[in-house]
């Protein structure tokens, strides 16, 4: 992203991709047009000194990785030869380093097997790379698929040639579980079973948990083998029920989720042989990020050579016993992670205030009290009473406020709904205050390195530039920046981004220190000259999982 007209755009970009990923409009007119920065016009030589800035991003000037001096295609170059196929001690199959690694370092890359894109964004995401377009470009033939261009459609055609006749033939398009299923069958059609090129496993001998699947999973599993039956092409292959089944539950256990180019809101589902192989850990050692049509496997911290690769399934922010009913549920395994068996951090989740202490009985209400009031801002948020949503937030805080400690889970959601909805409602200031006490609990809880944890931090940081606490927004953005580059890495389209702010607010840091007075004076002139641009509704939608689990 670069300034236009003179002016810069980076920051409220940013903002601007954060509420899109959670539900926003879909279009620039939507949102109601491009939103400069508020006072950057009235800085001379401003936007020369960022534009000077672009050059000497990751890939260009600054070719090497900022951690370690590797450069970009060294970082990216993860290869199966860095990893092996073991036995995991009460897990079954896993992967493990064959040499040491450090954070941001890539372990592996690799291309999704097979990947569609969910029914519900069909009409605007591309079907090949997955990038969210305003304007796509659709298959002539069944009118289903769409591309960002001839090269998108050209590079599609091997794996939609099929897809494309058989809904011409079957009269409708079925859902996402469906095509993904197809799409696997006809590269099995193609390819054969055994191992495909840079791949450590084969589609069928991946997990497919059929047998753990209770009686509702099962009923869902025959109508989509049945509707998979009529959909698929009497000229293919013909594949026995079992085969079939074992697909669908291959996709019900392994099935990944693809976000858009900034990875801020879940677009498709594919299949990942490979990262199908890592196991889960509470407190892992790895991320797995989709960055330019494919995964990357990252390493947080230093992995030594033997040491087994792990990500999590699902958020850590839960008490560990909730975590590992989730995990049985969903994925048919019981976590035995150091976390889940001495219920690390669980005293932190339901920290409650010292001096003085509050009873029992008065936490217990709270508790309940704190249940029910995130009820009702459910029920008011899909409602659109985004005002009632902040009554109840600082009405429930309010009470919590003697009980619990900042890091006790119920205080950290409502600080994150009620940050999130003041910035909506332009109540920067107020929301500012919410998203620093959000931050602070976050910060002893989830792990430094954590890609939540860098997403939280950026909004924060936003809203308090918005705010125009200028010292505390670069710093959180700068803590951002860090953690995004070992989690999403420097070629990722977001960490372009906030290494675009950055620099930024560090240019407005800077005068800020010089002239505190002036800053401020030319910050209201600016904004005062600026229409106000209204941002795009919260959504109840939570932020991309990692696994995809048929809803």
Not at 364 to 392: C, F, M, N, P, W
């Amino acid at each position: 992203m670069r300034p236009s007209s003179g002016r810069c755009s980076f920051t409220f970009s940013l903002q601007q991709q954060w509420w899109r990923g959670r539900g926003g409009p879909r279009s620039r007119e939507e949102w109601g047009g491009e939103v400069a920065c508020p006072f950057i016009d009235l800085l001379s030589g401003t936007t020369e000194v960022l534009n000077s800035t672009k050059d000497k991003r990751p890939g260009s000037v600054r070719a090497s990785h900022p951690l370690h001096g590797l450069t970009e295609s060294e970082m990216t170059r993860g290869s199966m030869e860095n990893v092996e196929v073991f036995t995991s001690e009460g897990k079954g199959r896993g992967l493990k380093a064959t040499k040491e690694f450090w954070a941001a370092d890539v372990v592996f890359a690799e291309r999704a097997y097979s990947a569609v894109v969910f029914d519900s964004l069909v009409n605007f995401v591309c079907h090949t790379c997955f990038k969210r377009q305003e304007k796509l470009h659709r298959c002539g033939q069944c009118k289903f698929a769409h591309y960002c261009d001839r090269t998108c459609q050209k590079d599609a055609w091997l794996n939609h040639k099929n897809e494309c006749s058989a809904i011409k033939r079957y009269g409708k398009v079925p859902n996402e579980n469906i095509r993904l299923a197809a799409r696997i069958m006809w590269r099995v059609e193609r390819e054969g079973t055994g191992l495909t090129e840079g791949c450590l496993v084969s589609v069928d001998d991946l997990q497919n948990h059929v047998e753990h699947f209770g009686e509702e999973e099962q009923k869902e599993l025959r109508v989509d083998v049945d509707t998979f039956l009529q959909y698929w092409p009497p000229q293919s292959q013909q594949f026995s029920m079992q085969y079939i089944s074992h697909i669908f539950g291959v996709i019900n256990c392994n099935g990944f989720t693809l976000s858009d180019q900034r990875g801020l809101q879940a677009v498709g589902v594919g299949i990942f042989p490979n990262l199908g192989l890592v196991n889960h850990d509470c407190w892992p050692n790895c991320t797995v990020i989709f960055n330019n049509g494919k995964i990357e496997l990252r390493a947080l911290g230093k992995i030594s050579e033997g040491e087994e690769l792990t990500v999590s399934y699902i958020d850590f922010l839960h008490l560990s016993e909730e975590r590992r009913q989730q995990l049985r549920k969903q994925y048919y395994f019981d976590c035995s992670c150091e976390h889940c068996q001495k219920g690390l951090k669980d005293d932190l989740f339901q920290a409650v205030k010292e001096d003085p202490k509050p009873s029992p009985e008065v936490v217990k209400e709270t508790v309940q009290l704190s249940k029910d009031t995130l009820e009702k801002i459910d029920k008011a948020r899909s409602e659109g009473l985004y005002h009632e949503v902040v009554k109840l937030c600082r009405e429930c805080l309010g009470k919590q406020e003697p009980v619990f400690a900042d890091t006790n889970l119920y205080v950290l959601r409502l600080l994150s709904i009620v940050s999130e909805v003041l910035s909506y409602l332009q109540a920067f200031e107020e929301a500012s205050h919410y998203a620093r006490r959000m931050v602070d609990g976050y910060m002893k809880l989830y792990h430094p390195n954590n890609a939540q944890l860098g997403m939280a931090v950026m909004r924060a940081g936003l809203t308090n530039w918005h705010a125009g606490h200028i010292e505390v927004g670069h710093g959180m953005i700068c803590k951002a920046y860090a953690i995004l580059l070992v989690t999403h890495g420097p070629s990722h389209p977001i960490t372009k981004d906030l290494e675009a702010m950055r620099v930024q607010t560090e240019m407005e840091l800077r005068m800020f220190r010089q002239n505190e007075f002036m800053y401020h004076k030319m910050r209201e002139a600016a904004l005062n000259n600026q229409p106000m641009q209204v941002m795009a509704e919260p959504s109840n939608e939570p932020a991309p999982a990692l696994f995809h689990k048929k809803q």
